[in-house]
Every structure is written in C-alpha cells, then in structure tokens.
C-alpha cells in the first residue's frame, strides 16, 4: 500500500497553522480526466458535489479499518475484496472514510462487485457527500498512482518555483529601499490578488486592487476591516476571505497588510467534516515577506550628508528611537565636542510652515531645501555661541539638541538661536539657501518657518522627552496662525497635538482599546452608530437632556443607548475619569481619521 500522508494542522515555515488545502493539488475531476483513470471506464455513483476536492495522495486498500491509517485527503482505491458482506458494515466503511476527510473513494469492479457496487454503499457515500467512483474495466492501480503522484510533484514544484520568486523579489526591493507603494503593487503582481496596507486604526495607508474596482475594494473600509479578525499573527479568516499578517519591526507594530484569496471575492466553504479551505502556502509567505520589506523600508533612511552631519543624525535619531544605550550616545556626542552630561538639554525642532511647497519643488529640490534648513540650524547654533547636536530628523524637520550650563540659560538661549536662525536665513535669502528658502508665493525673504522646544531635562535619558514634545509642538504649530519666534507647549491645544500624534501607534492602540469594541458593534449594527450617541453626551458636558436633543432622540431612548454603551465598554458613563478618558479617544479618532 502506498503511504498516508502526514496529519494536518502542521506548522509552515512561517510559524503559521497550516489547516487549509493548498490550491496545489488536483481536485478529484481532475484525476478522473487523467488518461489511466479513463481507461478505467470510470462512472461517478454517489457525491457528484464533492468531485472539486483536492487530492493530497493516492491510498490503496483492501481492508476495512483503513480509515485509521489515513490522514484525510486522500483517494482511495479498492477492488472491494477485504470490504464488509453485510450492510452496517458498508455504511460503517463509507463513515470511517467520510469522517477521516478523505476525498473520494474509487472501487475496481469484477473481483467483488461485477455489474455495481452494492446500492447500500452508494447510498451512503451520498448521504456523505463522499466521491464513489466505479471504474467498469481492469486497470492497473499503479498506473494510476504513477500518474496522479506524477501531477502532485509538478505542482509542488510550481509552488516551489514561485516561493524562490517571491524571496528574490522582496530581497530585491528591500535592497533598492523600494517604497511602500512599489512592495503593495509587487505584492499583488504576484498574488493576482487585491491587498491593503492600513495602520491600527483601519485607515488606508497603500493599497493595490490587483485590476479590481478600487472603489469597491475601499468603500466602507473601516467598518470591514473591523470585521475581519483572524486569529494568530498571520492567518486567514475564512468568513472574510482575506489573508491578514502584522506589519512592524523591534517589537513596533504598526499595521496590517491584507490580501484578499480568492480574488473574485468568493471564499470558498469547507465540506462538513473536511478541513479549512484557505489560500496556498507560497501565498502566506509571500504577504509575510512583504511585510517584512515594509517595516524594513520604514527603518531605514538614505541621506547624503557628511560624515560628521551623519553622526550628529545617528546620535539624535538614537536618542529618538532607542536604538543604542544612552550612555554610548553621550560617550560619542562628547568625542564630537558636543557634551551632554552633566548639562540642562532642551529639545527643538525646526521646520517649514508648508508642506506643500515641497511638493511643487520635486523630491531632489525638497531635499535640497531640507539641507540648507539644516545648515542654517547649525550656523544658527554657532552664532548663538549654543552647543547641540544639530541634524535633519525626517523629511520635513531638523532637530537640535541643545545643551545649557543651567535652567536659569534657557530661555535666553532660546531667544539667542531664533535671532540667529531669522538673521541667517534672511541673510541666505540671496546666496546658495535662496532656491530652497525663498517662499515663491511671497516672492522675496525667506519661508516661513516654525521653531518649536520642548520642555528642559536634566539629564540625557529624558532628552527623548523634550525632542519628542519638539517635534509634536511643531507639527501641531503649522495650524496656528500667530508668528511667534518660538512655539512652546502651552501655545498648542489638545486637539492640535492628537491631530499631529495621528501616525503614533501607542496613540492608534489607545484608541483601540478604548473604542474599539463600540466601533466594532457599530461596523455589525451600521444603522445604529452609537459613537455618535457617546459623541453628543461627551460634547454636551454629560449633560443627559442637552445630549439627546443635539441627537434628535427622546431621553428615555437616548438613556437606552447610553445603557447599551456602558455595556458595550464596559465603563460608568458617570465617572469624571472614564468619561475624560473616552474623550479624548473620540478627539484622536478624529485626528486619525483625519485627511
């Protein structure tokens, strides 16, 4: 007899449970089409429905326990001469078989069975939904075994071939730093399949439809997305019929990468007592892979500076990201000339007021203009007579570390290094900064630009602190109006600095966690919207009455919904900390969703 094949539920490569079939194999149609299995005369008897299922192996027996020795997916073949005599004993056969998953039995007529196999058999393969295929001429069994295992092991070297193409690609992409659009588009070349990448609050970051209606595949996005909930790192979830893995790197997730299998949208169902259906395996690598090259593509960043320019970025973005031991940032700042130790640090980031103007430029002149912001910082710092660390920070802000003797310095160093930077930039307004300083909408002098500080520290294991508050107060700043030399925190409001915290994933995940279940309740009840009836009490300083008639509804029915939303989150509407708490989530639900 030829071997079983291994139980399901196995693990792949990627760590995932490998449950579902993989499209590799031929389907029990397919095998009957094969010129051995027609020499055979074959003719379907019983579970016509079935004959679509895959075919992992070819088994065969002339025994009636064969069914402990299989592991489902199977064609078995037979004569039928080791098979039971009476009734119960056939039904038993065809039930051990059904409930084993094996996909479809054929039996040779002639040595058992001459004009049909017993109508009690058929009978109960129908009732099972189990393939019995009689074949009315002798036929070799091996010759059929031959040809099918002949067919598995091309397929599998198909897939095999196109697993090598899948890591080939993405190591191709990550080392050109490929950008998130290329990898989706890649990723869906492919798949032939439409995939998205949100972040964790179900916002569209890329996507790619694959020649699909992108209208479609995005409408309601949020609300679907809230729906598919696969379980494990990466995992399909069958009700949706999307492939979904976590997007993020050094413990940081940030999103989901999903891929839509099948891509007509059609999931395919799983036959009682047969395993998940679910997507190829080369698939589950393939979304894994461009994951990976995503968050590796967020990691890194190329920029041509000097050697001593880079090392000044290295230590801020260290400093920023964590990414070395503090102590190693000072020891290297010091050999710089710049000590950190020992001294009051304050935090400031420098940027353009418009983002827009960079893209009117092209990429190689908004680089151009980043630079010589970046110059005019540091030249700043050296006619202030300050020391820092001065470096660009990401594409748009340029951020410096100063380092005072005292707290008693800081404002007055604050003031010094805006009047330095103003009296540089208008001095540059002529000379080599003037392409990338001159605001072209104004015609003369230099862009508009925000100078924002954080909060002094006293020590260089809370620098993060300030620079991270710097660059929060600058991006909330660009909606402010007033022309002050220096932004502090105080000048910006709550819903400014959500707004510019909308990318954060702690911020993303706070969010989640505090509304995420009312959101999903909504995405399930769409006519309902509860977070509407939660935003009108919180808005309307808990003031029941006032709430309801903002929303339009009666206070009996008003006070229903609030009932149902305390048990939803499982809070007390009534407590000052819960209700502050789900205010703020709304506020940056908000930003999040914010254009």
């Given at each position: 007899?030829?071997?079983?094949?291994?139980?399901?539920?196995?693990?792949?490569?990627?760590?995932?449970?490998?449950?579902?079939?993989?499209?590799?194999?031929?389907?029990?149609?397919?095998?009957?089409?094969?010129?051995?299995?027609?020499?055979?005369?074959?003719?379907?008897?019983?579970?016509?429905?079935?004959?679509?299922?895959?075919?992992?192996?070819?088994?065969?027996?002339?025994?009636?326990?064969?069914?402990?020795?299989?592991?489902?997916?199977?064609?078995?073949?037979?004569?039928?001469?080791?098979?039971?005599?009476?009734?119960?004993?056939?039904?038993?056969?065809?039930?051990?078989?059904?409930?084993?998953?094996?996909?479809?039995?054929?039996?040779?007529?002639?040595?058992?069975?001459?004009?049909?196999?017993?109508?009690?058999?058929?009978?109960?393969?129908?009732?099972?939904?189990?393939?019995?295929?009689?074949?009315?001429?002798a036929t070799p069994f091996v010759r059929i075994t031959e040809a099918v295992h002949a067919l598995i092991v091309d397929a599998q070297l198909t897939e095999l071939?196109?697993?090598?193409?899948?890591?080939?690609?993405?190591?191709?992409?990550?080392?050109?730093?490929?950008?998130?659009?290329?990898?989706?588009?890649?990723?869906?070349?492919?798949?032939?399949?439409?995939?998205?990448?949100?972040?964790?609050?179900?916002?569209?970051?890329?996507?790619?439809?694959?020649?699909?209606?992108?209208?479609?595949?995005?409408?309601?996005?949020?609300?679907?997305?809230?729906r598919i909930r696969p379980a494990g790192r990466t995992a399909y979830d069958l009700d949706s019929g999307w492939l979904v893995t976590t997007v993020g790197a050094r413990g940081q997730d940030w999103g989901r990468l999903l891929l839509r299998w099948p891509a007509s949208g059609d999931v395919p169902s799983a036959q009682a007592g047969e395993p998940t259906v679910g997507p190829p395996t080369r698939l589950t690598i393939l979304?894994?892979?461009?994951?990976?090259?995503?968050?590796?593509?967020?990691?890194?960043?190329?920029?041509?500076?000097?050697?001593?320019?880079?090392?000044?970025?290295?230590?801020?973005?260290?400093l920023l990201d964590h990414s070395r031991p503090v102590d190693e940032v000072g020891l290297r700042a010091k050999a710089l000339g710049v000590v950190l130790d020992r001294r009051h640090l304050v935090g400031v980031m420098v940027r353009h007021r418009a983002d827009d103007a960079a893209g009117e430029v092209g990429p190689e002149a908004a680089q151009a203009r980043l630079r010589d912001l970046a110059e005019a910082v540091g030249q700043a710092v050296r006619e202030a007579k300050l020391t820092a660390l001065t470096s660009a920070v990401d594409d748009h802000s340029v951020g410096a570390l100063l380092a005072l003797p005292d707290p008693a310095a800081e404002d007055r160093a604050l003031s010094a290094f805006a009047s330095a930077l103003h009296r540089?930039?208008?001095?540059?307004?002529?000379?080599?900064?003037?392409?990338?300083g001159v605001d072209p909408a104004r015609g003369a002098g230099p862009a508009a630009v925000i100078v924002a500080a954080g909060s002094g520290v006293g020590s260089l294991r809370e620098a993060r602190r300030s620079l991270v508050e710097a660059r929060q107060i600058a991006e909330a700043a660009r909606r402010d109006r007033r022309d002050l030399p220096?932004?502090?925190?105080?000048?910006?409001?709550?819903?400014?600095?959500?707004?510019?915290?909308?990318?954060?994933?702690?911020?993303?995940?706070?969010?989640?966690?505090?509304?995420?279940?009312?959101?999903?309740?909504?995405?399930?009840?769409?006519?309902?919207?509860?977070?509407?009836?939660?935003?009108?009490?919180?808005?309307?300083?808990?003031?029941?009455?006032?709430?309801?008639?903002?929303?339009?509804?009666?206070?009996?029915?008003?006070?229903?919904?609030?009932?149902?939303?305390?048990r939803i989150l499982d809070v007390d509407l009534d407590s000052v900390e819960a209700a502050l708490s789900l205010h703020v989530a709304l506020l940056a639900l908000e930003a999040v969703r914010a254009p």
């Open positions: 007899m030829s071997p079983a094949v291994p139980a399901r539920g196995g693990k792949s490569s990627s760590g995932v449970t490998d449950g579902s079939v993989s499209a590799v194999f031929p389907t029990v149609r397919e095998i009957l089409a094969l010129d051995p299995v027609r020499h055979g005369a074959p003719r379907v008897v019983a579970g016509d429905d079935g004959l679509d299922r895959p075919v992992r192996w070819v088994h065969v027996a002339e025994v009636p326990d064969i069914a402990t020795l299989l592991g489902g997916g199977e064609l078995v073949l037979t004569t039928g001469i080791g098979l039971p005599a009476d009734d119960a004993g056939l039904r038993a056969f065809i039930g051990d078989l059904a409930d084993v998953g094996v996909s479809g039995l054929v039996v040779e007529l002639g040595r058992r069975y001459l004009s049909g196999v017993p109508r009690v058999m058929a009978a109960a393969a129908d009732r099972r939904g189990l393939p019995l295929v009689e074949l009315r001429r071939r196109a697993t090598e193409e899948i890591h080939q690609r993405f190591n191709d992409l990550s080392v050109e730093g490929a950008d998130t659009a290329e990898v989706i588009r890649q990723a869906a070349e492919l798949s032939g399949c439409p995939v998205v990448l949100e972040n964790l609050s179900r916002q569209v970051l890329g996507y790619d439809p694959a020649g699909e209606s992108a209208e479609l595949l995005l409408d309601g996005w949020e609300q679907h997305s809230r979304i894994e892979r461009a994951a990976s090259t995503l968050a590796l593509g967020r990691l890194i960043r190329r920029d041509a500076e000097g050697l001593e320019r880079q090392i000044h970025r290295t230590l801020l973005t260290a540089v930039r208008l001095d540059a307004g002529t000379g080599r900064a003037s392409t990338a220096i932004f502090r925190l105080p000048h910006v409001g709550l819903a400014g600095l959500l707004h510019l915290l909308r990318d954060e994933p702690r911020l993303q995940t706070f969010v989640e966690r505090e509304l995420g279940t009312l959101l999903e309740y909504d995405a399930r009840h769409p006519r309902e919207q509860l977070l509407d009836t939660l935003r009108a009490y919180l808005e309307q300083g808990r003031n029941k009455s006032a709430a309801a008639a903002v929303a339009h509804l009666s206070r009996p029915a008003f006070y229903e919904r609030l009932a149902r939303i305390a």
